[in-house]
């Protein structure tokens, strides 16, 4: 599996951005993908993910705010993020894996696969 992120750039606080996920080489629709993001200097950290049945999970900073959503047909997960705040400013990565489970979802280690990253920068 290959996935490419985009979406990134650069934003104003309080707005919004959607980022893609597309996956080329097999259909991603069995795997649980997830976004993660690292700021400079700090830990990789989970944002959120979507399993195999479409349920979704956040981190709990991006509850309300962030929307992730996957498109079976088209083998893209996105994130849309709103109400962005300078905080989020990040490299956006998207990772996936097929053998998650729930109590590792939120661990970059376990997941196999990953996009190469995309900025985004929220200026105040």
């Known amino acids: 599996v290959q996935l490419q992120a985009s979406g990134g750039g650069l934003v104003q606080a309080g707005g919004s951005l959607r980022l893609s996920c597309a996956a080329s080489?097999?259909?991603?629709?069995?795997?649980?993908v997830g976004w993660f993001r690292q700021a400079p200097g700090k830990e990789r950290e989970f944002v959120a993910a979507?399993?195999?049945?479409?349920?979704?999970y956040y981190a709990d900073s991006e509850k309300g705010r962030f929307t992730i959503s996957r498109d079976n047909a088209k083998n893209t997960v996105y994130l849309q993020m709103n109400s962005l705040k300078p905080e989020d400013t990040a490299v956006y990565y998207c990772?996936?894996?097929?053998?998650?489970?729930?109590?590792?979802?939120?661990?970059?280690?376990?997941?196999?696969?990953w996009g190469q990253g995309t900025l985004v920068t929220v200026s105040s």
């Open positions: 990772a996936a894996d097929q053998s998650i489970i729930m109590s590792s979802m939120t661990s970059y280690h376990h997941y196999a696969y």
């Open positions: 080489g097999r259909s991603i629709s069995r795997h649980v």
């Open positions: 979507i399993w195999r049945s479409g349920a979704t």
